[in-house]
Protein backbone atom coordinates (compact mmCIF):
# COMPACT_ATOMS: atom_id res chain seq x y z
CA UNK A 1 0.00 0.00 0.00
CA UNK A 2 2.75 2.57 0.49
CA UNK A 3 4.50 2.36 -2.46
CA UNK A 4 3.02 1.79 -5.67
CA UNK A 5 4.79 -0.39 -8.17
CA UNK A 6 6.79 1.34 -10.71
CA UNK A 7 6.83 1.00 -14.60
CA UNK A 8 9.44 -0.81 -15.94
CA UNK A 9 11.05 2.47 -17.20
CA UNK A 10 9.57 5.78 -15.86
CA UNK A 11 10.71 8.93 -18.39
CA UNK A 12 11.57 12.33 -17.41
CA UNK A 13 8.71 14.12 -17.54
CA UNK A 14 7.76 14.99 -13.89
CA UNK A 15 5.49 12.20 -12.81
CA UNK A 16 9.05 9.86 -13.54
CA UNK A 17 10.81 12.02 -11.85
CA UNK A 18 8.80 12.23 -8.95
CA UNK A 19 8.25 8.35 -8.63
CA UNK A 20 12.09 8.18 -8.65
CA UNK A 21 12.47 10.77 -6.00
CA UNK A 22 9.85 9.97 -4.00
CA UNK A 23 8.00 11.79 -1.62
CA UNK A 24 7.63 10.53 1.97
CA UNK A 25 7.03 14.48 3.14
CA UNK A 26 3.26 13.73 0.64
CA UNK A 27 4.81 17.00 -1.14
CA UNK A 28 5.40 17.12 -5.06
CA UNK A 29 7.92 19.54 -6.83
CA UNK A 30 5.04 22.68 -6.76
CA UNK A 31 4.07 22.84 -10.79
CA UNK A 32 3.04 19.01 -9.81
CA UNK A 33 1.80 19.41 -6.25
CA UNK A 34 -0.78 22.28 -7.86
CA UNK A 35 -2.04 19.15 -10.18
CA UNK A 36 -2.34 16.93 -7.76
CA UNK A 37 -4.12 19.48 -5.48
CA UNK A 38 -6.54 20.37 -8.26
CA UNK A 39 -7.02 16.61 -9.49
CA UNK A 40 -7.33 15.40 -5.70
CA UNK A 41 -10.32 18.07 -5.64
CA UNK A 42 -12.57 16.93 -8.16
CA UNK A 43 -15.09 15.11 -6.72
CA UNK A 44 -14.83 16.09 -3.49
CA UNK A 45 -17.57 18.75 -3.25
CA UNK A 46 -20.11 15.60 -3.86
CA UNK A 47 -18.32 13.90 -0.91
CA UNK A 48 -18.27 16.89 1.17
CA UNK A 49 -21.80 17.49 0.89
CA UNK A 50 -22.54 14.13 2.22
CA UNK A 51 -20.36 14.42 5.05
CA UNK A 52 -21.91 17.46 6.08
CA UNK A 53 -25.33 16.36 5.67
CA UNK A 54 -24.09 13.27 7.91
CA UNK A 55 -22.94 16.34 10.22
CA UNK A 56 -25.78 18.56 10.39
CA UNK A 57 -28.22 14.91 11.19
CA UNK A 58 -25.98 14.55 14.05
CA UNK A 59 -26.04 17.73 15.39
CA UNK A 60 -29.77 17.43 14.92
CA UNK A 61 -30.42 14.08 17.01
CA UNK A 62 -28.44 15.97 19.54
CA UNK A 63 -30.99 19.01 19.21
CA UNK A 64 -33.48 16.59 19.83
CA UNK A 65 -32.07 15.37 22.37
CA UNK A 66 -31.73 18.34 24.16
CA UNK A 67 -35.42 18.85 23.89
CA UNK A 68 -35.80 14.99 25.18
CA UNK A 69 -33.55 14.86 28.29
CA UNK A 70 -33.78 19.04 29.48
CA UNK A 71 -38.03 19.02 28.80
CA UNK A 72 -37.17 22.44 26.84
CA UNK A 73 -40.45 22.56 25.21
CA UNK A 74 -42.60 22.58 28.83
CA UNK A 75 -39.75 25.44 30.44
CA UNK A 76 -39.94 27.88 27.97
CA UNK A 77 -39.48 30.44 27.83
CA UNK A 78 -38.13 30.14 31.65
CA UNK A 79 -35.24 28.61 30.76
CA UNK A 80 -32.36 29.25 32.90
CA UNK A 81 -28.79 31.14 31.25
CA UNK A 82 -27.38 27.87 31.02
CA UNK A 83 -30.08 26.46 28.57
CA UNK A 84 -30.06 29.56 26.80
CA UNK A 85 -26.32 29.34 26.09
CA UNK A 86 -27.09 26.03 24.68
CA UNK A 87 -29.92 27.01 22.58
CA UNK A 88 -27.62 29.65 21.35
CA UNK A 89 -24.71 27.43 20.82
CA UNK A 90 -26.78 24.48 18.77
CA UNK A 91 -28.29 27.38 16.47
CA UNK A 92 -24.86 28.78 15.64
CA UNK A 93 -23.60 25.41 14.63
CA UNK A 94 -27.00 24.61 13.26
CA UNK A 95 -26.57 27.83 11.18
CA UNK A 96 -22.98 27.53 10.45
CA UNK A 97 -23.41 24.48 8.87
CA UNK A 98 -26.33 25.32 6.48
CA UNK A 99 -24.45 28.64 5.32
CA UNK A 100 -21.49 25.81 4.34
CA UNK A 101 -23.64 23.04 2.69
CA UNK A 102 -25.41 26.30 0.94
CA UNK A 103 -21.99 27.28 -0.39
CA UNK A 104 -20.85 23.68 -1.45
CA UNK A 105 -24.04 22.93 -2.97
CA UNK A 106 -23.71 25.86 -5.66
CA UNK A 107 -20.33 24.26 -6.96
CA UNK A 108 -17.01 23.89 -6.12
CA UNK A 109 -16.00 26.56 -3.53
CA UNK A 110 -12.48 28.49 -4.22
CA UNK A 111 -11.60 28.18 -0.58
CA UNK A 112 -13.69 24.49 0.00
CA UNK A 113 -10.53 23.41 2.62
CA UNK A 114 -11.12 26.48 4.89
CA UNK A 115 -14.56 26.22 4.89
CA UNK A 116 -14.51 22.54 6.13
CA UNK A 117 -11.51 23.38 8.70
CA UNK A 118 -13.63 26.28 10.23
CA UNK A 119 -17.06 23.90 10.22
CA UNK A 120 -15.04 21.05 12.08
CA UNK A 121 -13.46 23.56 14.42
CA UNK A 122 -16.62 25.18 15.22
CA UNK A 123 -18.44 21.71 15.66
CA UNK A 124 -16.03 20.41 17.85
CA UNK A 125 -15.92 24.10 20.36
CA UNK A 126 -19.93 23.84 19.96
CA UNK A 127 -19.84 20.14 21.39
CA UNK A 128 -17.03 21.09 24.56
CA UNK A 129 -19.33 23.90 25.29
CA UNK A 130 -23.10 21.67 25.26
CA UNK A 131 -20.58 19.57 27.48
CA UNK A 132 -19.46 22.00 29.55
CA UNK A 133 -23.05 22.94 29.94
CA UNK A 134 -25.02 19.39 30.51
CA UNK A 135 -22.34 19.27 33.39
CA UNK A 136 -22.90 22.57 34.87
CA UNK A 137 -26.99 21.25 34.69
CA UNK A 138 -25.69 17.84 36.86
CA UNK A 139 -27.33 16.15 33.58
CA UNK A 140 -25.51 12.63 31.47
CA UNK A 141 -23.78 13.76 28.74
CA UNK A 142 -22.36 12.28 25.36
CA UNK A 143 -18.72 12.51 24.71
CA UNK A 144 -18.90 10.39 21.38
CA UNK A 145 -19.34 13.56 19.36
CA UNK A 146 -15.69 14.79 19.56
CA UNK A 147 -14.64 11.50 18.72
CA UNK A 148 -16.74 11.54 15.56
CA UNK A 149 -14.93 15.13 15.01
CA UNK A 150 -11.83 13.65 14.97
CA UNK A 151 -12.93 11.11 12.14
CA UNK A 152 -14.61 13.82 10.22
CA UNK A 153 -11.13 15.73 9.93
CA UNK A 154 -9.11 12.61 8.58
CA UNK A 155 -12.03 12.11 5.63
CA UNK A 156 -11.29 13.07 2.29
CA UNK A 157 -12.86 16.28 2.77
CA UNK A 158 -10.35 18.61 0.58
CA UNK A 159 -7.77 18.60 3.62
CA UNK A 160 -3.96 17.13 3.24
CA UNK A 161 -2.83 15.55 5.58
CA UNK A 162 -0.50 17.92 6.95
CA UNK A 163 -3.71 20.34 7.06
CA UNK A 164 -5.90 17.99 8.26
CA UNK A 165 -3.26 17.14 11.01
CA UNK A 166 -3.33 20.62 11.91
CA UNK A 167 -6.86 21.32 12.31
CA UNK A 168 -7.28 17.79 14.76
CA UNK A 169 -4.37 19.49 16.62
CA UNK A 170 -6.26 23.20 16.45
CA UNK A 171 -9.86 21.04 17.50
CA UNK A 172 -7.97 18.92 20.66
CA UNK A 173 -6.33 22.31 21.69
CA UNK A 174 -8.93 23.86 21.89
CA UNK A 175 -10.87 21.17 24.17
CA UNK A 176 -8.02 21.26 26.41
CA UNK A 177 -7.70 25.12 26.75
CA UNK A 178 -11.77 25.04 27.65
CA UNK A 179 -11.18 22.67 29.98
CA UNK A 180 -8.39 24.72 31.78
CA UNK A 181 -10.85 27.88 32.09
CA UNK A 182 -13.73 26.69 32.70
CA UNK A 183 -14.33 27.08 36.80
CA UNK A 184 -16.03 23.96 37.28
CA UNK A 185 -13.50 21.73 38.69
CA UNK A 186 -15.43 19.05 36.69
CA UNK A 187 -16.53 20.32 33.52
CA UNK A 188 -12.59 21.00 33.20
CA UNK A 189 -11.82 17.70 34.13
CA UNK A 190 -13.78 15.92 32.25
CA UNK A 191 -12.72 17.71 29.04
CA UNK A 192 -9.06 17.93 29.94
CA UNK A 193 -9.99 13.47 29.43
CA UNK A 194 -11.41 14.33 26.40
CA UNK A 195 -8.80 15.88 24.84
CA UNK A 196 -6.93 13.57 25.76
CA UNK A 197 -8.67 11.10 23.91
CA UNK A 198 -9.15 13.35 21.15
CA UNK A 199 -5.40 13.52 20.77
CA UNK A 200 -4.95 9.23 20.61
CA UNK A 201 -7.61 8.96 18.32
CA UNK A 202 -5.92 11.58 15.84
CA UNK A 203 -2.57 9.89 16.04
CA UNK A 204 -4.67 6.63 14.54
CA UNK A 205 -6.72 8.36 12.68
CA UNK A 206 -3.49 10.52 11.22
CA UNK A 207 -1.71 7.58 10.62
CA UNK A 208 -4.47 6.06 8.24
CA UNK A 209 -4.59 9.65 6.64
CA UNK A 210 -0.72 9.42 6.01
CA UNK A 211 -1.23 6.04 4.70
CA UNK A 212 -4.15 6.28 2.17
CA UNK A 213 -2.80 9.57 1.02
CA UNK A 214 0.91 8.09 0.22
CA UNK A 215 -0.83 5.66 -1.50
CA UNK A 216 -3.25 8.36 -3.44
CA UNK A 217 -0.05 10.40 -4.50
CA UNK A 218 1.72 7.06 -5.80
CA UNK A 219 -1.38 6.25 -7.75
CA UNK A 220 -1.71 9.55 -9.11
CA UNK A 221 1.74 9.33 -10.23
CA UNK A 222 1.93 6.49 -12.07
CA UNK A 223 -1.57 7.22 -13.59
CA UNK A 224 -0.33 10.17 -15.35
CA UNK A 225 3.13 8.29 -16.04
CA UNK A 226 1.25 5.61 -18.01
CA UNK A 227 -1.10 7.63 -19.49
CA UNK A 228 2.10 9.90 -20.73
CA UNK A 229 3.42 6.28 -21.84
CA UNK A 230 0.45 5.59 -24.07
CA UNK A 231 0.18 8.69 -25.83
CA UNK A 232 4.44 9.68 -26.48
CA UNK A 233 6.86 8.36 -29.09
CA UNK A 234 9.56 6.80 -26.05
CA UNK A 235 12.09 7.89 -28.35
CA UNK A 236 11.39 11.60 -29.17
CA UNK A 237 8.26 12.91 -26.33
CA UNK A 238 6.26 13.73 -28.86
CA UNK A 239 2.22 12.93 -29.10
CA UNK A 240 2.08 9.14 -31.11
CA UNK A 241 0.04 8.03 -33.73
CA UNK A 242 -2.62 6.75 -32.36
CA UNK A 243 -2.99 10.42 -30.45
CA UNK A 244 -2.11 12.06 -33.90
CA UNK A 245 -5.74 9.82 -34.94
CA UNK A 246 -7.57 11.21 -32.23
CA UNK A 247 -6.73 14.27 -32.87
CA UNK A 248 -7.61 14.76 -36.42
CA UNK A 249 -10.74 13.26 -35.58
CA UNK A 250 -11.70 15.63 -32.69
CA UNK A 251 -10.80 18.53 -35.31
CA UNK A 252 -13.15 17.24 -38.38
CA UNK A 253 -15.72 16.83 -35.02
CA UNK A 254 -14.72 20.69 -34.24
CA UNK A 255 -15.64 21.72 -37.27
CA UNK A 256 -13.11 24.44 -37.14
CA UNK A 257 -10.28 25.41 -39.05
CA UNK A 258 -7.21 23.19 -38.84
CA UNK A 259 -3.81 23.60 -40.06
CA UNK A 260 -1.79 19.85 -40.71
CA UNK A 261 1.90 19.99 -41.78
CA UNK A 262 3.22 16.57 -42.65
CA UNK A 263 7.05 16.33 -42.40
CA UNK A 264 10.01 14.23 -43.50
CA UNK A 265 13.73 14.63 -42.36
CA UNK A 266 15.35 14.47 -45.40
CA UNK A 267 18.00 12.16 -46.49
CA UNK A 268 17.53 10.47 -42.95
CA UNK A 269 18.76 7.39 -43.96
CA UNK A 270 22.05 8.48 -45.15
CA UNK A 271 22.23 11.03 -42.37
CA UNK A 272 22.08 6.96 -40.33
CA UNK A 273 24.70 5.49 -42.47
CA UNK A 274 27.13 7.98 -42.15
CA UNK A 275 26.77 9.42 -38.54
CA UNK A 276 25.38 6.39 -36.97
CA UNK A 277 22.42 5.44 -35.39
CA UNK A 278 22.85 7.02 -32.36
CA UNK A 279 23.01 10.11 -33.68
CA UNK A 280 20.12 9.88 -35.35
CA UNK A 281 17.95 9.42 -32.61
CA UNK A 282 19.35 12.55 -31.07
CA UNK A 283 18.97 14.44 -34.49
CA UNK A 284 15.70 13.08 -34.05
CA UNK A 285 15.09 14.41 -30.37
CA UNK A 286 16.84 17.90 -31.13
CA UNK A 287 13.88 18.57 -33.90
CA UNK A 288 11.38 17.06 -31.98
CA UNK A 289 12.25 19.67 -29.24
CA UNK A 290 12.10 22.33 -32.12
CA UNK A 291 8.51 21.41 -33.28
CA UNK A 292 7.56 21.49 -29.61
CA UNK A 293 8.65 25.02 -29.35
CA UNK A 294 7.04 26.17 -33.12
CA UNK A 295 3.28 24.46 -31.94
CA UNK A 296 2.99 24.62 -28.27
CA UNK A 297 -0.30 23.62 -26.59
CA UNK A 298 -3.01 24.18 -26.55
CA UNK A 299 -3.36 25.75 -30.12
CA UNK A 300 -0.71 23.33 -31.82
CA UNK A 301 1.00 19.84 -31.34
CA UNK A 302 3.40 17.80 -32.54
CA UNK A 303 3.47 14.36 -33.37
CA UNK A 304 6.19 11.34 -34.66
CA UNK A 305 3.98 9.28 -36.76
CA UNK A 306 6.96 6.58 -37.70
CA UNK A 307 10.85 6.45 -38.30
CA UNK A 308 11.81 10.22 -39.40
CA UNK A 309 8.12 11.28 -40.36
CA UNK A 310 6.44 13.90 -37.86
CA UNK A 311 3.10 15.78 -38.26
CA UNK A 312 2.17 19.39 -36.59
CA UNK A 313 -1.74 20.32 -35.64
CA UNK A 314 -2.45 23.68 -35.48
CA UNK A 315 -6.07 24.86 -34.07
CA UNK A 316 -7.77 27.63 -35.67
CA UNK A 317 -4.84 28.30 -38.30
CA UNK A 318 -5.43 30.79 -41.19
CA UNK A 319 -3.44 31.06 -44.17
CA UNK A 320 -0.90 33.51 -42.67
CA UNK A 321 -0.46 31.16 -39.57
CA UNK A 322 0.73 28.70 -42.87
CA UNK A 323 2.96 31.05 -43.90
CA UNK A 324 4.16 32.16 -40.52
CA UNK A 325 4.43 28.54 -39.32
CA UNK A 326 6.44 27.13 -42.29
CA UNK A 327 8.99 29.59 -42.34
CA UNK A 328 9.49 29.89 -39.35
CA UNK A 329 10.22 25.86 -39.21
CA UNK A 330 12.17 25.98 -41.66
CA UNK A 331 14.66 28.21 -40.16
CA UNK A 332 14.26 26.64 -36.90
CA UNK A 333 15.74 23.19 -38.36
CA UNK A 334 18.21 24.93 -39.96
CA UNK A 335 19.54 26.83 -36.80
CA UNK A 336 19.57 23.51 -34.93
CA UNK A 337 22.98 23.61 -36.65
CA UNK A 338 23.15 19.42 -37.48
CA UNK A 339 25.77 19.12 -39.86
CA UNK A 340 24.67 16.53 -42.40
CA UNK A 341 27.37 15.99 -45.07
CA UNK A 342 25.98 13.51 -47.02
CA UNK A 343 22.96 15.49 -48.00
CA UNK A 344 22.64 16.68 -51.59
CA UNK A 345 20.40 19.49 -50.43
CA UNK A 346 22.29 21.13 -47.43
CA UNK A 347 25.29 20.71 -45.53
CA UNK A 348 22.80 20.92 -42.21
CA UNK A 349 19.84 18.57 -41.43
CA UNK A 350 16.90 19.92 -43.17
CA UNK A 351 12.87 18.62 -43.44
CA UNK A 352 10.53 18.81 -46.16
CA UNK A 353 6.98 18.99 -45.55
CA UNK A 354 3.46 19.41 -46.98
CA UNK A 355 1.03 22.22 -45.28
CA UNK A 356 -3.21 21.31 -45.90
CA UNK A 357 -5.97 23.13 -44.30
CA UNK A 358 -8.72 21.01 -42.97
CA UNK A 359 -11.64 21.33 -45.39
CA UNK A 360 -15.67 21.25 -44.48
CA UNK A 361 -17.15 18.13 -44.06
CA UNK A 362 -13.43 16.60 -45.14
CA UNK A 363 -12.75 13.54 -43.82
CA UNK A 364 -9.43 12.72 -41.79
CA UNK A 365 -7.80 10.53 -44.05
CA UNK A 366 -8.36 12.78 -46.70
CA UNK A 367 -6.75 15.56 -44.97
CA UNK A 368 -3.61 13.04 -44.57
CA UNK A 369 -3.77 11.94 -47.82
CA UNK A 370 -3.38 15.88 -49.37
CA UNK A 371 -0.53 17.17 -46.73
CA UNK A 372 1.13 13.10 -48.05
CA UNK A 373 1.17 14.54 -51.39
CA UNK A 374 2.18 18.27 -51.03
CA UNK A 375 5.02 16.26 -48.60
CA UNK A 376 5.81 14.39 -51.87
CA UNK A 377 5.63 17.44 -54.18
CA UNK A 378 8.12 19.37 -51.56
CA UNK A 379 10.41 16.51 -51.87
CA UNK A 380 10.11 16.68 -55.94
CA UNK A 381 10.97 19.90 -55.70
CA UNK A 382 14.36 19.42 -54.35
CA UNK A 383 14.10 19.64 -50.43
CA UNK A 384 13.95 21.64 -47.67
CA UNK A 385 11.53 23.41 -48.60
CA UNK A 386 7.80 23.48 -47.33
CA UNK A 387 4.50 23.39 -50.06
CA UNK A 388 1.12 25.18 -49.12
CA UNK A 389 -1.89 24.00 -50.37
CA UNK A 390 -3.85 25.44 -52.75
CA UNK A 391 -6.29 26.66 -50.23
CA UNK A 392 -3.10 28.47 -48.66
CA UNK A 393 -2.32 30.20 -51.66
CA UNK A 394 -0.29 27.69 -53.10
CA UNK A 395 3.04 28.77 -52.13
CA UNK A 396 6.43 27.14 -51.72
CA UNK A 397 8.41 28.33 -49.00
CA UNK A 398 12.23 27.21 -49.05
CA UNK A 399 14.80 27.11 -46.55
CA UNK A 400 17.56 29.86 -46.19
CA UNK A 401 20.19 27.52 -47.74
CA UNK A 402 18.02 26.80 -50.39
CA UNK A 403 17.03 30.48 -51.02
CA UNK A 404 20.75 31.39 -51.20
CA UNK A 405 20.97 28.26 -54.12
CA UNK A 406 18.12 29.89 -56.25
CA UNK A 407 19.07 33.30 -55.76
CA UNK A 408 22.49 32.59 -57.26
CA UNK A 409 20.88 30.59 -59.76
CA UNK A 410 19.08 33.29 -60.96
Not at 17 to 22: E, H, N, T, V
Not at 225 to 240: H, I, K, M, V
Not at 280 to 300: C, E, N, S, T
Not at 378 to 406: F, H, M, T
Request: charged share 15%; hydrophobic share 55%; glycine share 8%.
Amino acid sequence: MFAPPLPTETTDTPYGQQLRAGFRWLRFAPALEAEYRAASLQGLSHLTLVAGAAGMAVWLVFIGMDFARLDLVARFPHWPAPLWRLAAIRALVLLVFVVGMVALWRGHHPRQRVLVAGMLFLLTLGGAAAIAIYLELRQSHDNWVLALVMIAVFLPLGLGFFEAAAVALACTGAVAVLGAVLPQADAAATLTRLAILMLVAGVAGATSAYMREYAQRGQFLLLHELRWQASRDALTGLFNRRVFTAALDAARQREAPALLVMLDVDHFKLYNDTCGHQAGDLALQRLARALDRIAPPPHGQAFRTGGEEMCLLLHGATAQDAVALGARMLQEVRALGIAHAASATTDRLSVSAGCALLAPDESAASLCRRADQLLYEAKARGRNCVVLDPALGGRVLYGPARQRDLAAAA
